[in-house]
């Protein structure tokens, strides 16, 4: 009998694995708020304080395909308390970090939390079965944009009333409560449906350097110059090690990632959707953060305190988590793939309103919340596309390669954003008017060209399935 028909889960089951991966969520905004904080407190330029930005998503980029190829295997629960405690640990050392090195090294360890949310998706599947893991599924997607929303605000309330460790500690703590309810609740032993197959170290070796150098240079590209010799090796190594990457791939028996998969049409599309969407969602984030703590004398600045700064964000947190329960309500008499032309549309609607209006709090909550509403619907909508077209001992490292694809768009944002406000500086530290409607500009730009190709797809499947007469 297979697993996904014999779902075996206590009471607790899905509270706990939605709030672990909240929690490690919640971990992913302690970066843009911080910078400032960081650069003074260890006397360093703000340049080299990006560094605690840069380090995370680094090992987030390698770590996730890794933590998602050991979910399909057989101690699935075992990985994602591992997982925790080397987030714990990495919280606790930036905590009180007594220099920047030091603290750079906590921010590593907390670069697993991008590894996690594959791992719970891999665990809902196995206890759940097939059908009633699909609403979880969707839910856990989208946790990623739900804890921006929540640790935005809790980081700028503890930062500002103590400093920047008070938000570390914190996160250890929440972190901490997850995994013992993890521990608790979380079905314990091997599972014996799971396949034991071994590990592809060579792939993970391949992956995980092209991956780290694809991360390096965008994230570096801007400071070091794009036609800076590093710049350039970094990419070309970059690109070879992928390269060789896909070619093992291809031909491994056990690879980890199975490409075969990752072809099929659902899985494609959710692929490509995720990172285009990606790259819109950092850039209006990464955006609307400065404008939210510009000074006013800048033209489009809010002169928001830090103290109430992350609450700027948190609608993006409440329209994701309402376009989660939409989507799970709907999910049952439409099509998943519809949702991801749906969220990119919202996504478009939101970039041109904080294209042409970003001088205001209304404009820029209005269109956080609209951001919050596609990309939870897009979001959610993936994994299922994902877990309706693999077996589940194949949904970890299918789910996880989507993950990196996230980041690698979110990365590629953020980079873009630095990119272009480093084209129009001012007189102050803060960019010139022009550099931001550009860099809104260019969320525009990204966004409906994912909804164009998104479109295209969607006709061109209509009329493939249309018979002819």
Known sequence: MKVSETPHAPRWFIPVLLYAALASSVVTSLGTLLVPFVATMYNIPVSQAQWMFTVNLLVGAVATPIMGRLSDGPHAKRLLLIGLGVIVVGSVVATFAPNFTVFLI????????????????????????????????????????????????????????????????????????????????????????????????????????????FVLWISEAPSWGWLAPGTLAALAFSLVSLVLWVVHSVRAPHPLVNLRVVRTPDVLLANVTSIGLGVALYIGLSISSLVVQAPASSEYGLEVPLLWAGFMMAPLSVGSLAANRTV?????????????????????????????????????????????????????????LIARSVTVHQLGSAVSF????????????????????????????????????????LGVVFCSSVLAALVVHAVMSRQRRTPSP
């Open 106 to 213: 906590g921010r590593a360890l907390q670069g697993l939390l991008f590894g996690t949310v594959p791992v719970t998706i891999a665990l809902a599947r196995r206890h759940l079965g097939a059908a009633a893991s699909q609403p979880v599924i969707s839910t856990l997607s989208v946790t990623v944009s739900i804890g921006l929303g929540l640790g935005y605000p809790l980081t700028g309330i503890l930062a500002a009333t103590f400093d920047h460790r008070a938000a570390f500690g914190f996160a250890a703590l929440v972190v901490i409560t997850a995994a013992v309810g993890v521990w608790r609740l979380v079905p314990a032993g091997p599972d014996p449906f799971a396949p034991r197959t071994p590990f592809d170290t060579t792939g993970a070796a391949l992956l995980g350097l092209g991956l780290a150098l």
């Open 402 to 441: 989507n993950q990196v694809l996230r980041t690698v768009g979110g990365v590629i944002g953020a980079a873009v954003s630095a990119a272009v406000l480093a084209a129009h500086p001012s007189e102050s530290t803060h960019s010139t008017d022009e550099g931001i409607t550009t860099a809104f500009g």
């Open 328 to 384: 799970r309500v709907l999910s049952h008499k439409v099509d998943m793939s519809v949702f991801l032309p749906v969220g990119a549309a919202l996504m478009t609607f939101a970039s041109v309103l904080l294209w042409l209006d970003h001088q205001h709090v209304w404009s820029l909550a209005l269109g956080l919340f609209l951001f919050g509403v596609g990309i939870g619907s897009g979001y959610a909508a993936m994994p299922a």
